[in-house]
């Protein structure tokens, strides 16, 4: 059955979404109402569905949510707008009488958890929160490894992710610069990764303490490092903090053609003021389980990619991922994203190659690498199993993928924790956010 959908924010994210209803899974969905606060970036995927032939979903204004459900008989609304918008849209979406697929996180705070919550508990409908992390393969195969008990009970997680400074510092020029809009990185990212630690080892944290701040980016580190006076969008500069959007066909289209109407600039310097986000954290986290967690998270490394090591009553288990070996100065100036899949470029033979390893070791055996199986599309191979499982109605699985309201609460609260644990210095009891 083709079920009938609406989606709201047409940012870069949703291009994952609009295309799947007008490719692989249009026998399933069908797009039928659209909304965005700027009307160029409708323009922008509207000329896309035109150009493959697709019929033009009918675009109406988001206070007009509630009549566009009714009037368009719409099953499910795709939230993919700022964050902070999540929770008003997200429960009015139900209260209006449709299911919702938001991206995480699911909201930026606990008082919008408290709203969602109400609003399922008085429509009887449902959430799904997209974590497509769990479906790539990789982590997959840790989720399958500590399922199997091949390590035991597990008693601790250490995880570091590092971003580097193209798609670090990417969260500095946007909207996410903003607390209040996008909750941090402890809320914005991090929410992915609280989530895998969850579901790896199959509990739900307890306490949170957190500690971090602004260390790498804003004007305060910027003048303390002497870096000079700051010419944001002079691409010919030499200066590989500012971002080109006209040199990206698809960034220019939905951004930079388009910012006259809204007013918003999706290339804002990163060493300049209003940075109100951290750029370097670190938690420890207690579960339910017994188990704890020491986390870090770095977003201007030279590299990218995480480690994560469990250890269990039986033995430990080691995850390295490298997404990108290097952020390299190619001869014309410009930045080099990802230069460990071209080494013969000019570049050196030497780079930190990408690639992906999974080990494990018992206790009284030598370590063995445990074969990953190859992923579809990006996020590690994830997204193209995400989205067969949203748009069919996977509800779960063999390894317990598919992520409900539950699963998008537990992952954001861990970052909510992390908030008020930043602001007072003191741990913080997931019991206390009353979520």
Do not use: C
Request: hydrophobic fraction near 40%.
């Amino acid at each position: 059955m083709t079920e009938r959908y609406a989606l709201i924010g047409t940012g870069h994210r949703a291009q994952m979404y609009l295309e799947a209803v007008r490719g692989a899974h249009a026998d399933a969905a069908e797009l039928v109402a659209w909304s965005d606060t700027n009307p160029g970036r409708l323009d922008f995927y509207e000329a896309e569905f035109v150009a493959a032939g697709s019929p033009v979903p009918r675009r109406f204004s988001p206070d007009e949510l509630e009549r566009t459900i009714v009037d368009e008989r719409i099953d499910r609304v795709i939230v993919t707008s700022p964050d902070f918008t999540h929770a008003d849209l997200v429960s009015r979406a139900l209260l209006a009488g449709a299911d919702v697929v938001v991206e995480k996180p699911i909201t930026i705070g606990a008082e919008g958890l408290r709203q969602i919550a109400a609003a399922i508990e008085a429509s009887g409908r449902s959430v799904v929160t997209t974590f497509n992390y769990r479906y790539s393969p990789r982590n997959s195969a840790l989720r399958e490894l500590i399922q199997s008990g091949a390590i035991g009970d597990v008693t601790s997680v250490h995880f570091e992710w590092v971003l580097d400074t193209v798609h670090g510092a990417d969260y500095f020029r946007r909207w996410h610069r903003d607390k209040q809009s996008s909750g941090g990185l402890l809320i914005h990212k991090a929410s992915h990764h609280f989530d895998l630690v969850n579901w790896w080892i199959d509990a739900s944290p307890r306490r949170v303490y957190a500690s971090g701040g602004l260390r790498f980016y804003g004007a305060e580190n910027a003048a303390a490092r002497g870096l000079g006076a700051r010419r944001p969008r002079d691409t010919d500069a030499g200066d590989p903090f500012v971002l080109d959007l006209a040199a990206d066909p698809r960034l220019k289209g939905l951004y930079l053609d388009n910012e006259h109407l809204d007013g918003y600039l999706r290339d804002r310097d990163v060493f300049d003021e209003g940075i109100t986000i951290e750029d370097n954290l670190a938690l420890l986290v207690d579960y339910d389980s017994g188990a704890t967690m020491s986390y870090s998270l770095n977003a201007h490394s030279p590299w990218e990619g995480y480690r994560v090591s469990v250890n269990g009553t039986a033995g430990r288990a080691e995850l390295e991922v490298i997404e990108r070996g290097a952020v390299l100065i190619g001869d014309d100036g410009s930045v080099v994203v990802d230069p460990s899949a071209t080494p013969s470029a000019g570049l050196g033979d030497d780079l930190r190659p990408a690639g992906e390893r999974l080990v494990l070791q018992r206790h009284w055996e030598a370590a063995v690498e445990v074969p990953i199986p190859d992923g579809i599309g990006s996020h590690g191979g994830g997204d193209a199993y995400l989205l067969d499982h949203v748009f069919n109605r996977v509800t779960t699985d063999a390894l317990a993928r598919p992520a409900g309201y539950a699963d998008g609460v537990k992952a954001v609260s861990v970052g909510i924790a992390g908030n008020l644990s930043l602001s007072t210095g003191l741990p913080v009891l997931i019991a206390d956010l009353g979520v």
